[in-house]
């Protein structure tokens, strides 16, 4: 488990400078705090991609607490932020619940194909089976890039030609999961999200086809989005929100950015729980997100 915790901190080391080295440079320069120091703390949870309203929420609920214990040490104040932060992150998990449909979803380009061929490992690896299903239909080699991931973590993959039905594509997979007597399926889907109309619908027809085939799995959606694009991320977090209904995040390419509180920021904000998140390229670098692990790895 400590080499577990140690890739995390290794993931998040860009984000930890950010966070934690200008917080310790806050609290060596200011020992007692007064609003001159909540106003700097705030800005720094900003920079982190925090978000103007989660770092403005954070800070007022620690100088409130502060105020009630009659606390004015900085020290003090920097592990109350560790306790907020937390407390305000740790939105749980749901078990897991067998048969199971992951409805993987996200624009291109944000590792979701990836983060598909990562997931699948890690519950193979589980001892479960596990099916894939090739959904993207609209975008070349799509197909082509999970048939390579399919290969890599040794599961079975069902696709269709490029621009079939991607909801027959998953009323096949439905009856192979069946079939095979798979634990998991995993759907992967178009990410046009310039285009709402079509997306909605199809996410919809889809949704539709596995409720009423396959009425006795566990649905889950998840939403992919790149830890990289910041504020955008959030962006797309919430225009996902309004098409499909997600209950859940993977956040990849947390170990490329300094910025890593936009996991904060799309939790608070958008009350979706961080389910997974990516800290490298390795196969099993994608990690079941802890809220108290990932704190510690900021702070």
């Not at 399919?150 to 909801?167: F, L, Q």
């Not at 504020?231 to 947390?254: H, P, S, W, Y």
Request: hydrophobic residues 45%; proline residues 2%; contains cysteine.
């Amino acid at each position: 488990m400590a080499g577990f915790f140690a890739r995390l901190k290794q993931g998040l080391s860009r984000t930890r400078q950010n966070v934690s080295g200008k917080v310790d440079e806050l609290v060596s320069a200011s020992p007692v705090v007064d609003d001159e120091f909540y106003e700097d703390l705030t800005d720094i949870l900003i920079l982190a991609d925090v978000g103007v309203n989660a770092a403005t929420q954070i800070v007022d609920a620690i100088k409130e607490r502060a105020k009630r214990e009659k606390v004015r040490d900085a020290v003090q104040v920097r592990e109350m932020l560790r306790q907020e932060l937390k407390e305000r992150m740790d939105g749980g998990r749901p078990p897991l619940q067998w048969p199971m449909v992951m409805l993987v979803v996200g624009v291109n380009g944000v590792g979701k194909t990836t983060t598909i061929g990562k997931l699948a490992l890690r519950f193979k690896n589980a001892q479960h089976g596990v099916l894939l299903a090739a959904a993207d239909t609209f975008r070349a080699a799509a197909a082509d890039q999970l048939q390579i991931w399919a290969e890599r973590a040794g599961v079975p993959i069902v696709r269709h030609g490029e621009g079939a039905d991607p909801a027959a594509v998953v009323f096949d997979a439905i009856r192979a999961a069946k079939a095979r007597g798979a634990e998991l399926l995993i759907i992967d889907t178009a990410g046009r999200l310039h285009n709402k109309k079509n997306l909605m619908d199809e996410l919809e027809k889809i949704t539709r086809i596995i409720k009423r085939e396959y009425a006795e799995a566990n649905l889950r959606s998840m939403l992919v989005v790149d830890a990289t694009a910041g504020q955008n991320c959030l962006q797309q977090a919430r225009m996902f929100k309004e098409v499909a209904d997600i209950n859940g995040v993977v956040l990849t390419k947390m170990d490329g950015t300094a910025k890593g509180g936009i996991a904060i920021a799309i939790q608070q904000e958008l009350k979706l729980p961080v389910w997974y998140i990516g800290v490298g390229e390795g196969i099993d670098d994608l990690q079941a997100f802890d809220a108290s692990d990932f704190v510690d790895a900021i702070l």
